[in-house]
């Protein structure tokens, strides 16, 4: 057995660390100036896409003009193109559409996720396994679009705002991720509940959607940023323009470069029609201004809800 002499002390070996700078560590004042101006530029280059678009839509007709498209710092800001859209009743009939379509939605499709999460999270629960076999068949199996076109006509949901919601009712995803979360609350809890004589519909709503919040409120959101974003439904099953939500306004008049007409739009007598490039940049910011409102408020649940109920499975 080797013993140390307190004459000898021991070397340490010094500590090494490896940095991009040659000479400096991560923690030293250039290291961390490097890395500031790293995350500064890539900040820069995510908000100027939107910087551009915001100061389009508040830019007149000659600055417009003059840029030749985009403008990235407006001179004399207006809202003419707001008013001209939320006036006319295209936009604002679309927004209370969307609007409506991803509040219904989502409150839908929350009630099925949970009721059918939390069936499968019970074990011996009926018919589980066929009813969690269909569930992980739908995830790797997605119908193709002229049988649902077909069904959806045989129901008659055609013209109908039921067509952009039904379709996408139950996700497997997140009815998966929601039932990882309720497997992981503990047993005993439950069944002491269950001992005290209460229903199941009481565990779930007393002890198990408290406990869940964090997980509901993101499968939430994944249901409004769907419903809110879906067009596709809508190009396939509405007609009726009417009947449009924001997305597919969105599609027609921004991606499809159409020309919005005198009826869908509402400007004062004799005022000239704000440049098609402001319109459409007011229709963008229209449609992203709702989800980034809710977002901020949704957002600290976002690693603790997907992670958990990932992680649980």
């Known amino acids: 057995m080797t013993t140390l002499n307190p004459a000898h002390p021991v070397r340490r070996r010094p500590h090494r660390s490896y940095s991009a700078i040659p000479g400096e560590t991560p923690g030293s004042p250039p290291w961390r100036v490097l890395k500031s101006l790293i995350l500064l530029v890539c900040v820069v280059l995510v908000l100027l896409p939107f910087l551009a678009i915001i100061s389009t839509s508040l830019a007149d007709t ?7 498209g985009y403008v990235m710092w407006p001179d004399h800001p207006s809202f003419d193109a707001y008013k001209a859209l939320l006036n006319g009743g295209l936009v604002s009939r679309a927004m209370l559409v969307s609007v409506g379509i991803t509040v219904v939605g989502t409150a839908l499709s929350l009630f099925c996720s949970i009721m059918l999460a939390y069936g499968l999270s019970r074990p011996g629960s009926y018919g589980h396994r066929p009813v969690l076999m269909l569930l992980l068949m739908s995830m790797l199996f997605a119908p193709g679009v002229i049988p649902s076109y077909l069904m959806i006509k045989q129901l008659h949901l055609i013209n109908s705002y039921w067509s952009l919601i039904l379709p996408g009712l139950i996700n497997g995803f997140n009815v998966i991720v929601l039932r990882a979360f309720f497997m992981g609350i503990p047993k005993e809890l439950i069944d002491s509940a269950r001992i005290d004589g209460a229903s199941e519909w009481k565990i779930l709503t007393r ?11 993101v499968i939430g959101l ?20 009417a009947k449009w939500p924001m997305q597919m306004v969105l599609r027609t008049y921004v991606i499809n470069n159409a020309q919005l007409s005198g009826g869908q739009v509402d400007v004062a007598a004799g005022a000239p029609l704000p440049p098609s490039q402001s319109l459409q940049a007011a229709i963008l910011v229209l449609s992203i201004v709702p989800i980034v409102v809710v977002y901020p408020f949704l957002q600290r649940h976002m690693n603790k809800g997907v992670m958990v109920g990932a992680v649980k499975g």
């Open 62 to 68: 000659v600055q417009v003009t003059k840029a030749g």
């Open 207 to 217: 002890i198990v959607l408290p406990l869940s919040k964090a997980s509901v409120a």
């Open 222 to 241: 994944f249901y409004a940023v769907t419903y809110w974003n879906a067009f596709f439904n809508a190009l396939l099953y509405i007609n009726d323009a």
